[in-house]
């Protein structure tokens, strides 16, 4: 409110030479009534004078001006926006003034959901000659087009209001690195996003997240980790990242990285624990050829989620480590869910069994893997060996 009627202060001054004295007086009141939030005793003034000053186009045209900022300070945008294009239509306002009443109209319209006339309102405004064009004009323009999915005719717009403006807004700058990256301008949003780190601090974590989509998009992997990993030292990477940066991470052949970040996010609770994600955490220990974690990372997995298949692996990763006990405890276990190809786990149990140099019940375990189609050739040849012993 303030700022409306600081606006309306300046202006009412500059021209008050050209104005009738008790016009201009009657601004001057009025712009108090604003200030004091009278909004309607400040309508009623101003209705009066409209009828009165028909045939002075000039004086008119500030009342009709002013009124327009009455209902705008209401969020009476329709009625303001009418105000406006009455204004405009005496043509009696000076060229600045005009150049700003046209940038607030288009703001009315922004405001009432209509994007296309507040940007044909704005071609208007670019179109006039001899006023100072100001940033702010750009950007609303900017904002009318993405309203519009205009995106390619936002950018420029956009643009010219950051270079045109002494101290862009950060907001501003934000979103025309994100229109870079939707518009496929891959180099242009990674410098915009780093000048943005540069100038605010590595603490925004969307700008590291602009950055590393950048690079994925142009296939360059090696930088997009870079980008994620510092997110993640400076302490912004976001929940929904951590996946991302899990796989960018195997896919770089640093499988025991991906494996502490599963760690460190599930410790401090950024991520929440699920049997897919230790399902992830043994797949990382697993090609990092670390058993015994691979192996505990299942059976976390297999404690939220018992199925007959985790079993079998949790079998297979028990006995990759010597874990010859865990191992068997895993294979009944399967078992007993009824897996599909209960053969293949008769063999983990007779090889378990064999290592504990227990042969009676591996060879035991042998037997009735012969039973299976899937594991028949293979037991048989344990049998044979085992009876030789």
Request: net charge negative.
């Amino acid at each position: 409110m303030r700022a409306i009627v600081a606006t309306l202060l300046l202006v009412a001054a500059l021209c008050a030479a050209q104005m009738r004295p008790e016009t201009y007086e009657m601004l001057e009141r009025v712009q108090d009534l604003m200030a004091e939030q009278r909004y309607e005793e400040a309508a009623k003034r101003l209705e009066e004078a409209d009828s009165r000053l028909e045939r002075r186009p000039y004086d008119h045209a500030f009342v009709l001006h002013t009124h327009a900022y009455v209902f705008l300070a209401q969020d009476r945008y329709e009625e303001a926006a009418e105000k406006f294009e009455a204004a405009l239509k005496l043509e009696a306002l000076p060229k600045e003034t005009t150049a700003g009443t046209l940038i607030a109209l288009a703001q009315s319209w922004l405001l009432l959901d209509r994007p296309q006339k507040s940007v044909e309102t704005l071609k208007r405004w670019r179109q006039m000659e001899g006023v100072t064009h100001q940033p702010a004009g750009f950007v609303l323009l900017a904002s009318a087009h993405l309203e519009l999915e205009q995106y390619h005719e936002a950018y420029g717009p956009l643009q010219e209001g950051i270079a045109r403006s002494e101290d862009p807004p950060e907001s501003w700058q934000a979103t025309l690195a994100s229109l870079a990256l939707e518009l496929a301008r891959y180099e242009e949003a990674v410098a915009l996003y780093g000048a943005l780190l540069d100038r605010y601090g590595p603490d925004r974590g969307r700008y590291w997240m602009g950055i590393a989509s950048a690079y994925l998009m142009q296939e360059r992997a090696a930088l997009a980790l870079d980008a994620l990993e510092a997110a993640l030292h400076a302490g912004v990477l976001e929940r929904t990242h951590y996946g991302q940066l899990w796989h960018l991470q195997m896919d770089r052949g640093v499988p025991m990285r991906a494996a502490r970040l599963m760690e460190q996010a599930l410790k401090e609770k950024r991520i929440e624990p699920s049997s897919d994600r230790f399902e992830l955490l043994f797949h990382a220990y697993h090609l990092a050829r670390e058993h015994r974690s691979a192996l505990g990372a299942l059976e976390r997995a297999a404690a939220l989620e018992p199925t007959a298949d985790r079993f079998e692996r949790m079998a297979r990763a028990a006995m990759a480590s010597a874990a010859y006990t865990i191992a068997l405890d895993a294979a009944q276990r399967a078992l007993e869910a009824d897996p599909q190809e209960p053969g293949r786990l008769w063999l983990i149990k007779g090889s378990a069994h064999y290592e504990r140099d227990a042969i009676a019940a591996a060879l035991e375990a042998f037997e009735r893997a012969a039973k299976e189609p899937e594991s028949r050739e293979q037991a048989e040849r344990w049998i044979g060996f085992l009876r030789s012993l």
